[in-house]
């Protein structure tokens, strides 16, 4: 046996679900977890919701549903070499941008602001209301009926949640603690190692694929890229593997040489760190102080360089500041909307605003809205509120979109 199998969240002593079901004959837990993802409305949305580029902006730029299964591609290659769960990996992965708002952390940033002393707004924390609550398909129960291991990863693939917990898991916990204390999320805890194999690939992912984005949209080339010197290093050696190498392929052997690299440190890492701490179990990685699925020092230098370059060159680029602005005026705007008067809402939402028992209730109901809006659809709707000569074709209490 290998003993990195040790570390492998094992399916058949999952924890369970919150709605006790049938087992799949033919799919265990996690797999079931995975395509429950897969097949919800808010998975299909972030096809049109923006990683970096607002979606208008171009087709072969990334989005943030091309960004997830990036994400999950790494997550299920590095837990296959670790010996872990890749279904699980792959599950948390392919979840952990999907209560993302349009536009990205600008939409995250101004709808949090929006929400503040109300509830405030985290999309960590809305991923886990989509999965328990938002998505409305199965006839038993609202929401996707996850395993606790899967919403484990959901809430803490970053770390453990000990300060400024968002109200939505809070909310959550309280829920949970009175009705099954067994399936608490331990928030003081670190997650299991697939959860932080799924946060790495995150990493690992979006830093690799700004290189291509970056440079497909003009903000910077691969002579800047040289600067940097561990990229430097890749670009001359593929030059001299291949003399006439086209430039779009010269950035796509780059970009692959240098995830290949991160994904064998972390490889090499993670077996330097359990043969240190002498783990026996995945609990004792649970209850670990620090996080079992890291970069070398080395490598975390170098990717903070590639980071740093990135933050200055492109997510900090005048064109990117524009859409910046832009986004979260459309989203404080839509706020500020709905806020000071619920009946302008679409007809479902604003029933269930009508029931609200709170103000705060009733805030979380036009966030949950906002929230789940893609790009365009977000851009529609401000237009068909704001815009007095243009937006007055289709109105929202028709063009419904599913929750």
Request: hydrophobic residues 35%; contains cysteine; positive net charge.
């Amino acid at each position: 046996m290998n003993k990195l199998n040790l570390y492998k969240t094992q399916f058949s002593q999952s924890k369970g679900r919150y709605y006790s079901e049938p087992e799949s004959s033919y799919r265990n837990p996690f797999m079931r977890d995975r395509d429950r993802l897969i097949h919800s409305a808010a998975f299909r949305r972030l096809e049109h919701k923006t990683q970096v580029f607002v979606q208008h902006e171009g087709d072969n730029f990334r989005s943030r549903l091309t960004h997830s299964i990036e994400v999950a591609q790494i997550a299920r290659t590095i837990a296959s070499r670790l010996g872990l769960d890749s279904d699980l990996a792959e599950t948390v992965a392919l979840a952990h941008d999907l209560g993302h708002t349009p536009f990205g952390h600008a939409g995250e940033e101004a709808l949090n602001n929006s929400m503040k002393n109300k509830g405030g707004f985290d999309h960590n924390a809305q991923t886990l209301r989509i999965v328990t609550k938002l998505e409305k398909k199965y006839a038993e129960f609202d929401g996707l009926n996850l395993t606790w291991e899967s919403l484990e990863g959901i809430v803490k693939h970053n770390g453990p949640l000990k300060n400024n917990i968002p109200n939505v898991i809070m909310e959550y916990q309280e829920l949970i603690n009175s009705k099954n204390k067994f399936l608490n999320l331990n928030l003081n805890k670190f997650a299991g190692p697939e959860a932080q194999v799924a946060a790495i690939s995150d990493d690992i992912a979006y830093c690799n694929h700004d290189i291509d984005d970056g440079i497909r949209a003009g903000l910077f080339d691969l002579d800047a890229l040289e600067d940097i010197k561990h990229v430097g290093k890749v670009i001359n050696s593929n030059r001299m593997k291949w003399k006439n190498i086209e430039n779009k392929r010269l950035i796509h052997e780059t970009i692959r040489n240098l995830i290949n690299h991160m994904i064998e440190d972390v490889v090499s890492e993670f077996k330097i760190i359990v043969n240190k701490n002498k783990f026996k179990s995945v609990e004792d990685i649970r209850n670990n102080n620090t996080k079992v699925i890291n970069f070398s020092k080395k490598t975390f230098k170098n990717n903070q360089k590639l980071r740093k370059f990135l933050f200055e060159k492109m997510y900090k680029h005048t064109i990117v500041n524009r859409m910046t602005l832009k986004a979260k005026s459309i989203i404080e705007d839509l706020f500020n909307a709905f806020s000071n008067d619920i009946t302008i809402l679409p007809v479902d939402w604003r029933e269930i605003a009508e029931n609200a028992k709170s103000d705060n209730e009733l805030y979380r109901t036009i966030s949950d809205y906002i929230a789940g809006m893609t790009d365009r659809y977000a851009v529609m709707e401000h237009k068909r509120l704001y815009d007095l000569h243009g937006g007055w074709t289709g109105t929202s209490l028709y063009d419904k979109r599913d929750r």
